[in-house]
């Protein structure tokens, strides 16, 4: 059986304002519940200046300088993403997003 894999992203939203990482408000209780029991990482380094740039880059494993994304007139090559190798694996996938460029 493979491992449940949730990657939450938060497009423009700085940890330090986030209570799962020490924020004086609880303005994240239901991630920080849910971290609780996860694997919860500290630490991260965005690949890009944009979010066009920075998701393609999650979503591809390649990077920026690579990639050449730069903006949301750019479509990904079917076969080129994580989830798409993780669905050969047997994972279901799927994206919830507002933004029609991540979706």
């Known amino acids: 059986?493979?491992?449940?894999?949730?990657?939450?992203?938060?497009?423009?939203?700085?940890?330090?304002?986030?209570?799962?990482?020490?924020?004086r408000r609880e303005t994240t209780p239901n991630i920080d519940k849910f971290a609780s029991k996860a694997t919860h990482y500290r630490q991260a380094r965005s690949p890009g200046v944009g979010s066009p740039q920075t998701h393609t880059s999650l979503s591809t494993g390649v990077p920026v300088h690579e990639h050449?994304?730069?903006?949301?007139?750019?479509?990904?090559?079917?076969?080129?993403?994580?989830?798409?190798?993780?669905?050969?694996?047997?994972?279901?996938?799927?994206?919830?997003?507002?933004?029609?460029?991540?979706?």
């Open 1 to 23: 059986m493979n491992a449940n894999i949730l990657l939450i992203i938060l497009d423009s939203v700085r940890a330090q304002n986030t209570s799962l990482h020490g924020y």
């Open 68 to 103: 050449t994304v730069q903006d949301d007139t750019y479509r990904l090559i079917p076969g080129t993403t994580v989830w798409e190798r993780l669905a050969d694996y047997g994972y279901d996938t799927g994206a919830f997003s507002h933004n029609p460029f991540l979706v």
